[in-house]
């Protein structure tokens, strides 16, 4: 069974501009979370969606906002790139909400210029 | 004060010792968690709990649900084992909370 996917891998982009990370869940989990690692810092929550809809967001501004499709995979989108919007991008899947343990996806490295 | 605590902070050991990681959080959970992560950024689901112990392999886990801790410890350490090993609580709100991690190193 395949596990959470994230493309891209790497993603170089230049201050103001906007990001697209892409993120499939595991065959049958409705759930995914989009989490952030910025350098030195710990892990943060970003945004959670299920069943196609924003559950929870963390204490992010609006220009991160995502959507979950109909197939559960989803998109994060990152607007008017800072500087400080470089980290890595942590997607994982759940079976639904209600169900505890989380898988992740490998990441997206993102770099802003 | 975080929500999610872990110590140390930074850990290095001789290939063998038995090492222990604590992780203490201050919210209601529905779970915890403990997460390896190693250089390039990959996380590995390595325990979830919501009370007593679990073993794998030379990793166990335990939690005390009273007074909101949990360790994790690592016998017979490898330096395979150098990671860094991150706590994890799912709260209310349904997302996890992470702790700031510890990071392991083991000399051979």
């Known amino acids: 069974e395949a596990g959470v996917t994230q493309s891209p891998t790497h993603l170089i982009k230049t201050r103001g501009q906007q990001a697209t990370l892409r993120c499939s869940p595991i065959?049958?989990?409705?759930?995914v979370y989009w989490y952030q690692q910025a350098l030195g810092l710990g892990l943060q929550f970003l945004l959670w969606?299920?069943?196609?809809?924003?559950?929870n967001r963390g204490n992010f501004p609006p220009r991160f906002s995502g959507r979950q499709f109909p197939n559960y995979s989803s998109e994060l989108n990152v607007n008017a790139l800072e500087l400080e919007d470089s980290a890595l991008y942590l997607c994982a899947s759940s079976l639904d909400r209600a169900y505890n343990e989380q898988f992740f996806g490998p990441g997206t490295r993102l770099t802003v210029l | 004060k975080n929500e999610v605590e872990q110590s140390p902070q930074n850990l290095t050991a001789q290939e063998g010792e038995f090492i222990t990681i604590n992780c203490s959080y201050s919210v209601g959970i529905s779970a915890l968690h403990w997460l390896q992560q190693h250089p390039g950024g990959g996380i590995v689901s390595l325990f979830m709990?919501?009370?007593g112990k679990k073993k794998h392999g030379r990793l166990i886990a335990t939690i005390n649900i009273q007074e909101k801790h949990s360790s994790l410890h690592i016998t017979a350490s490898h330096p395979r084992d150098s990671a860094v090993y991150i706590c994890a609580v799912k709260g209310s709100q349904g997302n996890l909370i992470f702790g700031k991690g510890t990071k392991l190193s083991v000399k051979p």
């Open positions: 709990l919501s009370s």
């Open positions: 065959s049958g989990h409705t759930s």
């Open positions: 969606y299920d069943e196609g809809e924003e559950r």
